[in-house]
């Protein structure tokens, strides 16, 4: 059963720019460079990379590559390529993803850019913090927090006109 | 035939083996080629390597040499984080006269996850696949005349990359048809993934007869098979085939058969000319033409390994279950 969730995601994400500038500022960090996960956290992270006025290009990481399940689900064949136009090397990094549950998406997106070289510093901004923390992992900024149960899903639709809704699995 | 099709399958019909490209279904090799292109992109990373396989040890069992097939194979499980374990057998215990089936059940005892199997024996690589532990996978780097699959799939890989759809496309394969296991390979995988016309070219003696079942045009002169053609894949001249008197001499079959300039002036001014190597210059292909602007003969070595990457992937991390949604 998928309910669709009314949250105004427009203002949600002005809201997560805002935080995110002040954050950049407390830190004196002024030339940051932002990565979306593959494929909710890109259509969050391209909304964000233009209301902050990012000038470098939009990074993407698609972690397959990194999970920590391969052995017991395999590899999806259709594995988006990752793509940073951009050296990471002392770089500030603002990594983006849709929803944080268990972590474990988050621990194997650093685990590939760090294979791209040493970022100075990365922070984590995510669209929906939700309960079910596996990893000692969490946002330095979020958009919505949700006390969820294991049986209930929240899903990310896109990417022209983003939308969240709940699902309810056995 | 159909045990083969079932020993390279799972329950589930996902990859367990990859023995030969018979049997297979499209979307099988459009998967390999899929993830062949997104490990292609890891060259890009300071560390070219990625996670997935650490904690597996790969075999290469080689019982006829090959540089440039075990190398690639080696970077391709040691990009994806697999330890690596070199058997060139004419050294080791073989020649002391342990059995290969002894062998391989010591290699088993070792915990190793994978053998990637070159024989110069039709049906090896089958072999061995049914014979050993149900969770060690087998993957076929050329069996005698038989199969070659991965280059299949790296050549059409680089096809695809080059020219796209498959659909209209027109493939010739010059030389050593009846001899070559890499042949045999790319025919089958061309013609499953839907290539318009895929031309067979050369002498008689060197061309199988059942060329109809294959589902091949046969030629036998360069100047009608070359026509309007997209890409050129030239075989290699195994110099023993001229001792056994199926052909007069290499200068001969380089006058009729070799890829000159002037001869690939018949195919699609576009066209791509391909080879598996090692190449003899001179013989099947002049140093104008490997070393020319439309060879992709290097390509095609890069892309081994990337499709290298893909396949062992596919074997070793098969699902027993359905998949699960991604973790958050």
């Known amino acids: 059963m998928t309910t669709p969730l009314q949250h105004d995601l427009d203002r949600v994400l002005a809201g997560m720019a805002a935080r995110l500038r002040a954050t950049l500022e407390e830190r004196g960090i002024t030339a940051p460079l932002m990565i979306g996960i593959h494929t909710g956290g890109v259509w969050v992270a391209r909304c964000l990379h233009q209301l902050l006025g990012i000038e470098e290009p939009l990074g993407t990481l698609d972690i397959s590559f990194y999970r920590d399940d391969f052995e017991r689900i395999g590899v999806h064949p259709q594995v988006k390529p990752s793509n940073l136009p951009f050296e990471v090397e002392d770089r500030h990094i603002i990594l983006v993803d849709d929803v944080l549950q268990t972590g474990r998406t988050i621990r194997a997106a650093l685990n590939e850019i760090f294979d791209y070289g040493r970022p100075a510093s990365v922070l984590l901004g995510i669209l929906v913090e939700r309960s079910g923390r596996e990893l000692p992992i969490c946002a330095d900024v979020a958009g919505l927090s949700m006390d969820l149960s294991p049986s209930e899903q929240v899903k990310l639709t896109g990417p022209d006109k983003l939308t969240l809704s709940l699902k309810r699995v056995k | ?328």
């Open chain 2, 1 to 328: 035939m159909n045990t083969l099709k079932n020993l390279q399958l799972d329950a589930t019909g996902n990859l367990r083996h990859f023995l030969t490209i018979e049997g297979l279904k499209r979307q099988t090799l459009v998967d390999i080629l899929d993830l062949a292109e997104s490990f292609a992109n890891i060259k890009a990373q300071a560390v070219k390597k990625v996670p997935l396989l650490r904690g597996k040890t790969v075999v290469n069992l080689f019982f006829e040499n090959s540089t440039r097939t075990r190398t690639t194979f080696e970077l391709a499980a040691k990009r994806l984080s697999a330890d690596v374990l070199n058997i060139n057998i004419t050294t080791s215990a073989a020649s002391k006269g342990e059995s290969l089936l002894d062998m391989l059940h010591n290699l088993e005892a070792m915990h190793c996850d994978m053998f990637v199997v070159r024989h110069a024996d039709s049906g090896a690589a089958h072999f061995i696949a049914q014979n050993v532990a149900p969770h060690i996978s087998v993957i076929n780097a050329g069996d005698g005349q038989h199969a070659h699959p991965t280059q299949a799939m790296l050549d059409t890989f680089t096809i695809r990359r080059h020219k796209g759809d498959f659909g209209d496309l027109r493939v010739a394969i010059v030389g050593d048809i009846l001899h070559s296991r890499v042949a045999r390979s790319q025919i089958h995988a061309l013609n499953t993934l839907g290539v318009g016309e895929v031309r067979v070219i050369g002498p008689k003696t060197l061309l199988p007869m059942d060329h109809r079942s294959l589902g091949v045009h046969v030629f036998h002169d360069m100047e009608s098979g070359l026509a309007g053609v997209d890409v050129v894949i030239m075989l290699r001249l195994q110099r023993e085939r001229m001792e056994g008197g199926l052909l007069p001499s290499e200068h001969e079959f380089f006058q009729r058969y070799g890829l000159t300039g002037d001869k690939l002036k018949l195919a699609k001014p576009d066209a791509i000319v391909m080879h598996p190597g090692p190449i003899n210059r001179g013989v099947e292909i002049s140093s104008e033409v490997a070393d020319g602007p439309q060879s992709v003969i290097l390509e095609q070595v890069s892309n081994g390994i990337a499709v290298r990457m893909a396949v062992m992937a596919m074997a070793l991390g098969r699902q027993p279950g359905a998949e699960t949604g991604r973790e958050t």
